[in-house]
């Protein structure tokens, strides 16, 4: 498969989500008026966008018409996209900051989203790239959650550092960043447990990492990433607003992009609490995953004239 074919592949369900309404409607109407910007607003609204972001991009799209004197409805399209992109592009990056030896990822989220899943990925794909990889297994709840992982890094063939089933997280990671003293660790990759029905606990649990990170590797970036599963939707968006409030999160892996016509909710999570995507998964292979890119990711899922 091509290079940035898999990340346009695994929208097209987003894709036929939005882009074919658009055309709809674009076609219904022809001439600009309010009532087609009504009509496309709806389609952002039902392509999970988020009523206010859906709200905010139709009002800057009505203002880009006006100030072009755009009377052709068929090239409301482009405008559209350019808009999308801007709100992807605007307030914080979607670049991943690696650097540090080693530099920290750290993945956060609820159960079942694709933590463990998306460590793996990454330990390969950086492994790859010839950098020198560490998982911590610091996900302690159940013993299967460490065997799951084990197995990623043989199949990453990266090393693994874990305790038995019900230790300190914290510990695990602390444990990690000692072995990796001296030996020119590129990257620590953590695994964590997926707790959120007690917020007060995973904040004192991740404030406890983060002090232990910051203290013990005061010169290395900190990716704090939320996966989220795109298939969940609405629900995605609201995990998003609920960890924002108890972690410092620095951005989010996209998972299960490929199963969903939901990856409009990217929108409304950017500009609604400022946090990008950084990441997403587009299967279930070890190789799928790939970097964020908004004007990827807007052409993935409307197409305009430049293509
Ligand atoms: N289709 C698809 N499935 C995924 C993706 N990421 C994870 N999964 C699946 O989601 C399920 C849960 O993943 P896991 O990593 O165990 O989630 P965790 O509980 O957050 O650690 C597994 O069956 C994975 O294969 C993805 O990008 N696409
Ligand atoms: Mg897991």
Request: net charge negative; proline share 1%; aromatic share 6%.
């Amino acid at each position: 498969m091509a290079f940035f074919s898999k990340i346009k592949e695994s929208l097209s369900k987003t894709k036929n989500s939005i882009n074919e309404k658009l055309e709809t409607v674009i076609n219904t109407f022809k001439s600009v008026d309010e009532e087609l910007f009504e009509e496309l607003e709806e389609v952002l609204i039902t392509a999970d966008l988020g009523v206010n972001t859906s709200v905010e991009i139709i009002d800057r799209l009505r203002d880009a018409a006006d100030e072009k004197h755009i009377v052709d409805a068929n090239k409301l399209k482009g405008e559209l996209a350019n808009i999308l992109e801007e709100i992807l592009n605007e307030g914080k990056s979607s670049k991943m900051q690696v650097y540090g030896l080693p530099a920290v990822i750290m993945v956060i989220g609820v159960n079942g989203v694709g933590k463990t899943t998306s460590i793996g990925k990454l330990a390969n794909m950086y492994k790859k790239q010839g950098k020198n990889v560490v998982i911590a297994a610091a996900d302690t709840f159940r013993a299967a959650a460490i065997e799951q992982l084990e197995v990623w890094a043989d199949r990453a063939d990266v090393r693994i550092v874990k305790q038995q089933e019900g230790s300190d997280p914290a510990a695990v990671i602390y444990d990690a960043i000692n072995s990796c003293k001296g030996k020119y660790v590129d990257v620590l990759l953590c695994d964590t447990a997926g707790r959120l029905h007690n917020k007060k606990n995973l904040m004192e649990e991740l404030k406890k990492i983060y002090k232990i990170l910051d203290r013990e590797l005061p010169d290395s970036a900190k990716e704090v990433l939320l996966v989220l599963d795109a298939t969940t939707g609405q629900n995605a968006v609201a995990q998003a607003k609920e960890f924002k409030e108890a972690a410092d999160i620095t951005g989010i892996i996209l998972t299960k992009l490929d199963g969903t016509a939901k990856g409009g909710i990217t929108f409304a999570i950017k500009n609604e609490y400022d946090i990008p995507v950084k990441l997403v998964g587009v299967g279930e292979g070890i190789d799928d995953i790939e970097f964020f890119d908004s004007h990827e990711f807007v052409s993935g899922i409307i197409d305009t004239d430049e293509e």
